[in-house]
């Protein structure tokens, strides 16, 4: 949720303003409106400073960078350089160059090759080898043939060269490690020249008033921090005002949830904090994700392995530098591994099809068909409908709050047609009303939500302003809907897709067992199975990642009116040195 905010107002002499600032910095919850940018030379540096000092950390926890990229890539163009000219071997390039005489190299395929060449002109063999020749002809002798590039370095120099490269790449990796113990110390001077930063802009921030004798401060801080604010601020040698933050404020953001909903807040701040009228998305973000993420991977085995994967990271043996993303990984690893009990997989394995899988587990799998149509793919529409349901319903409610009932009539009847449409299609499927009673309601949510879509979605214009503003609305609404729905059919792709990878996996390092006899094939076989599903793994992650957010962040924060222009919250504190 979106944690309430209160308004400060502060007026105090000029000369107390750094006094005033660092007692705000102890109480470390009161954000000082400010510019996000430098406002002089001063802050132009600081910022320039913190960037470096945070590009710094990346480059080292990445273990690369573009340098390092650039020295592997020169080892590549090297080894390829050397593959080219060993044919040819080592020579005296230095000599055949005061010779003065032209050499020229060739390859031909060995039923080109015409030994009587050799009569009309200087021609060395050098090398036979898969139907080719190798060549080379000093002087000008006429040869049908193209010949190749003059090599800008022969064997030896290559070797001598791609042995330096290697010392070099070993010598900046070997630098890289070392500037791992410096982390910790690069981080704290990156979050202490944060907190100058933004006590700088603070402070620059202030409106000087009466001849530059008075400065104006405008603050926030979260509402529940009230009562011991007001205390602190008594003591003050300045006066005060306060007031609930209204969107006019323009007033930070700051969300507040749950030990697990929190785990999510990483992708709310992906797509944009949510306004100060808005509602927060994180709590459908966590439950959604979360499923979509699991239908995606489709597979207990790939759970169970992220599981592992996420439990490690927390404990620092491996990733450290995303250590913070540690409980999410655990929570889509758990999420995964119950989801594909449900799909009926484990490692590519149709574990439905065991026989010594107990029924109380099979009766929890979704399996066959529902009227001709895979039951996982169906599954997958029907989440999809409900989930733009639920964007519609929080967008009606969120409407209602801000601007009223009579100014979301609009919305109203879209909710009604679409929403109510769904839930009573549902219940004559289920057979809970009878075919009359859902044709009158019908015909009522019909008239209903056509009031309020053609006539009443905005009650400050004319009428046929409204009925033209509601067909090019109902056009886009028409024409968007089914696509939105149809997105959702990824969820059933995807896991299926990935399915079907690791059963293949499967079945490539059954075949090399052959009969079952001891053989080269039991080495194979591991190997086959690992490499397969580690690559599995790591496609079906990406796609499990990506579509997902896509639809949360289209379909459904389109669907529900989600802006996410909100400002971030930065408190003053003061960091430890």
Same mark, same amino acid.
């Given at each position: 949720?979106?944690?309430?905010?209160?308004?400060?107002?502060?007026?105090?002499?000029?000369?107390?303003?750094?006094?005033?600032?660092?007692?705000?910095?102890?109480?470390?919850?009161?954000?000082?409106?400010? =510019?996000?940018?430098?406002?002089?030379?001063? =802050?132009?540096?600081?910022?320039?400073?913190?960037?470096?000092?945070?590009?710094?950390?990346?480059?080292?926890?990445?273990?690369?960078?573009?340098?390092?990229?650039?020295?592997?890539?020169?080892?590549?163009?090297?080894?390829?350089?050397?593959?080219?000219?060993?044919?040819?071997?080592?020579?005296?390039?230095?000599?055949?160059?005061?010779?003065?005489?032209?050499?020229?190299?060739?390859?031909?395929?060995?039923?080109?090759?015409?030994?009587?060449?050799?009569?009309?002109?200087?021609?060395?063999?050098?090398?036979?080898?898969?139907?080719?020749?190798?060549?080379?002809?000093?002087?000008?002798?006429?040869?049908?043939?193209?010949?190749?590039?003059?090599?800008?370095?022969?064997?030896?120099?290559?070797?001598?060269?791609?042995?330096?490269?290697?010392?070099?790449?070993?010598?900046?990796?070997?630098?890289?490690?070392?500037?791992?113990?410096?982390?910790?110390?690069?981080?704290?001077?990156?979050?202490?020249?944060?907190?100058?930063?933004?006590?700088?802009?603070?402070?620059?921030?202030?409106?000087?008033?009466?001849?530059?004798?008075?400065?104006?401060?405008?603050?926030?801080?979260?509402?529940?921090?009230?009562?011991?604010?007001?205390?602190?601020?008594?003591?003050?040698?300045?006066?005060?005002?306060?007031?609930?933050?209204?969107?006019?404020?323009?007033?930070?953001?700051?969300?507040?949830?749950?030990?697990?909903?929190?785990?999510?807040?990483?992708?709310?701040?992906?797509?944009?904090?949510?306004?100060?009228?808005?509602?927060?998305?994180?709590?459908?973000?966590?439950?959604?994700?979360?499923?979509?993420?699991?239908?995606?991977?489709?597979?207990?085995?790939?759970?169970?392995?992220?599981?592992?994967?996420?439990?490690?990271?927390?404990?620092?043996?491996?990733?450290?530098?995303?250590?913070?993303?540690?409980?999410?990984?655990?929570?889509?690893?758990?999420?995964?591994?119950?989801?594909?009990?449900?799909?009926?997989?484990?490692?590519?394995?149709?574990?439905?099809?065991?026989?010594?899988?107990?029924?109380?587990?099979?009766?929890?799998?979704?399996?066959?068909?529902?009227?001709?149509?895979?039951?996982?793919?169906?599954?997958?529409?029907?989440?999809?409908?409900?989930?733009?349901?639920?964007?519609?319903?929080?967008?009606?409610?969120?409407?209602?709050?801000?601007?009223?009932?009579?100014?979301?009539?609009?919305?109203?009847?879209?909710?009604?047609?679409?929403?109510?449409?769904?839930?009573?299609?549902?219940?004559?499927?289920?057979?809970?009303?009878?075919?009359?009673?859902?044709?009158?309601?019908?015909?009522?949510?019909?008239?209903?939500?056509?009031?309020?879509?053609?006539?009443?979605?905005?009650?400050?214009?004319?009428?046929?302003?409204?009925?033209?503003?509601?067909?090019?609305?109902?056009?886009?609404?028409?024409?968007?809907?089914?696509?939105?729905?149809?997105?959702?059919?990824?969820?059933?792709?995807?896991?299926?897709?990935?399915?079907?990878?690791?059963?293949?996996?499967?079945?490539?390092?059954?075949?090399?067992?052959?009969?079952?006899?001891?053989?080269?094939?039991?080495?194979?076989?591991?190997?086959?199975?690992?490499?397969?599903?580690?690559?599995?793994?790591?496609?079906?992650?990406?796609?499990?990642?990506?579509?997902?957010?896509?639809?949360?962040?289209?379909?459904?924060?389109?669907?529900?009116?989600?802006?996410?222009?909100?400002?971030?919250?930065?408190?003053?504190?003061?960091?430890?040195?």
């Amino acid at each position: 949720m979106i944690e309430k905010m209160t308004r400060y107002d502060f007026i105090l002499l000029s000369g107390r303003k750094e006094e005033f600032l660092d007692a705000l910095c102890e109480l470390g919850v009161v954000d000082i409106k400010h =510019s996000s940018r430098p406002v002089d030379e001063k =802050s132009e540096a600081m910022l320039s400073r913190l960037e470096a000092i945070r590009a710094e950390i990346q480059r080292i926890e990445r273990g690369s960078d573009a340098h390092l990229a650039e020295l592997q890539q020169d080892k590549k163009q090297l080894e390829k350089e050397a593959a080219a000219v060993a044919v040819w071997g080592s020579y005296d390039r230095e000599k055949l160059r005061s010779l003065g005489v032209p050499v020229r190299y060739f390859c031909v395929q060995e039923k080109q090759f015409d030994p009587q060449w050799a009569e009309s002109c200087a021609l060395q063999e050098i090398l036979r080898e898969k139907g080719k020749v190798w060549f080379v002809v000093l002087g000008d002798g006429e040869i049908p043939a193209t010949p190749l590039p003059v090599p800008a370095h022969d064997s030896s120099e290559l070797e001598i060269m791609l042995a330096l490269k290697d010392k070099e790449i070993e010598y900046y990796k070997d630098e890289l490690d070392a500037r791992r113990e410096d982390l910790p110390a690069l981080r704290s001077e990156a979050d202490s020249l944060a907190s100058d930063l933004n006590l700088y802009l603070a402070g620059a921030s202030g409106e000087a008033v009466a001849d530059n004798a008075l400065t104006i401060f405008e603050g926030y801080a979260p509402t529940i921090e009230r009562d011991r604010l007001k205390k602190a601020f008594d003591k003050m040698e300045c006066l005060w005002t306060s007031a609930p933050a209204t969107l006019e404020d323009d007033p930070p953001i700051k969300l507040r949830n749950n030990k697990f909903v929190s785990q999510f807040e990483v992708l709310t701040y992906m797509y944009g904090r949510p306004d100060y009228n808005e509602f927060d998305p994180t709590p459908y973000l966590s439950v959604f994700f979360l499923l979509f993420f699991a239908m995606c991977m489709g597979d207990a085995g790939y759970g169970l392995l992220l599981t592992i994967l996420g439990i490690l990271i927390g404990k620092g043996v491996i990733l450290n530098g995303v250590k913070n993303l540690a409980p999410l990984v655990t929570i889509l690893g758990v999420g995964t591994f119950i989801v594909g009990i449900v799909m009926h997989t484990f490692f590519g394995v149709d574990i439905a099809a065991l026989p010594w899988i107990p029924d109380f587990l099979k009766a929890v799998m979704i399996t066959g068909t529902i009227a001709g149509f895979e039951a996982q793919m169906v599954l997958s529409l029907v989440i999809g409908v409900l989930h733009l349901c639920l964007a519609m319903v929080v967008k009606t409610v969120y409407a209602t709050r801000n601007l009223g009932f009579l100014g979301s009539l609009g919305v109203w009847g879209w909710t009604l047609l679409i929403v109510g449409g769904v839930a009573v299609g549902a219940l004559a499927l289920l057979n809970v009303i009878s075919a009359a009673a859902t044709k009158w309601i019908v015909i009522v949510l019909g008239v209903v939500s056509a009031l309020g879509i053609f006539l009443f979605n905005d009650i400050r214009r004319s009428p046929l302003k409204n009925i033209g503003s509601g067909l090019w609305e109902a056009y886009n609404t028409v024409t968007g809907l089914l696509g939105d729905v149809l997105s959702y059919l990824r969820l059933y792709a995807l896991g299926l897709a990935g399915g079907m990878l690791g059963k293949a996996f499967n079945d490539i390092a059954a075949m090399t067992l052959g009969d079952g006899s001891f053989g080269i094939g039991w080495l194979a076989f591991p190997i086959i199975l690992v490499i397969g599903h580690a690559l599995n793994l790591a496609m079906c992650c990406l796609g499990a990642f990506v579509h997902p957010l896509r639809l949360n962040f289209l379909e459904f924060f389109k669907n529900s009116g989600y802006n996410g222009k909100g400002r971030t919250y930065n408190a003053l504190t003061k960091q430890q040195q």
